[in-house]
Structure formats: structure tokens, C-alpha cells
């Protein structure tokens, strides 16, 4: 089993950065694939960013490519999503996920966090 908690979510004007963490507790963090995934109000859940157990490869949807950045430390056991330049259109609820391998389709995660609220005004 893993646990997984995300923080670093709030409120911030358009132009303006968060990172999001999330940190996990249980077995073998660093085995795991991580992903980032975003609901927005009436929107389906949609794929962020992801990366290998190693760093190795990472993904990114096109609309955040270039903005944001996923990064881990399994040293810490945290996975990151750094958010630059955000828009309004980034507002939504942040989730992290962890699955056997990397993957964009949110079925292919096996363990998630509860997701914490990104709002960007405008």
C-alpha cells in the first residue's frame, strides 16, 4: 500500500508559480511511476505530467508543456509538479497518482492522493 498527500495548492494570480508536492508514506516509493492529474469544476479529469521510477522519462499534456515541470526525490519521497505562467484555465483540483509504469490515462494509477485546490485569478 501507498499514501499519498499533496500540498503546496492556493491561490495566485495569473503570470505567478506554485509547486505542488506530494509526498508518500508505505513501501517502495521509488518502484513507482508518478503522475499529475487536474479536475476542473465540470471537467473530466484530465492528465498533467507523469515520470519514471528513475527519473529517467517524463510526460507532459501539451497544454502545461514548456509551464510546468514534474521532478522526484525518492531520497524524500516526494514527487513535484513546479507551475509556471499558470492561467486561469490551470484552476482546478491537482491530483498525484502512482502506477507500475508511466502512463497518460488515469486507469493505468493505481494509488491517489485526495488532490489539492490550485486557483488562478485573472
Known amino acids: 500500500q501507498v499514501q499519498l498527500v499533496e500540498s503546496g495548492g492556493g491561490l495566485v494570480q495569473a503570470g505567478g508559480s506554485l509547486r505542488l508536492s506530494c509526498t508518500a508514506s508505505?513501501?517502495?516509493?521509488?518502484?513507482?511511476?508518478m503522475g499529475w492529474f487536474r479536475q476542473a469544476p465540470g471537467k473530466e479529469r484530465e492528465f498533467v505530467a507523469a515520470?519514471?521510477?528513475?527519473?529517467?522519462?517524463?510526460a507532459y499534456a501539451d497544454s502545461v508543456k514548456g509551464r510546468f515541470t514534474i521532478s522526484r526525490d525518492n531520497a524524500k519521497n516526494t514527487v513535484y509538479l513546479q507551475m509556471n505562467s499558470l492561467k486561469p484555465e490551470d484552476t482546478a483540483v491537482y491530483y498525484c497518482?502512482?502506477?507500475?509504469?508511466?502512463?497518460?490515462?488515469?486507469?493505468?494509477?493505481?494509488?491517489w492522493g485526495q488532490g489539492t485546490q490550485v486557483t488562478v485569478s485573472s
Open positions: 497518482a502512482a502506477g507500475w509504469s508511466i502512463a497518460v490515462l488515469s486507469s493505468e494509477y493505481k494509488y
Open positions: 508505505g513501501r517502495t516509493f521509488s518502484s513507482y511511476a
Open positions: 515520470i519514471t521510477w528513475n527519473g529517467g522519462r517524463t
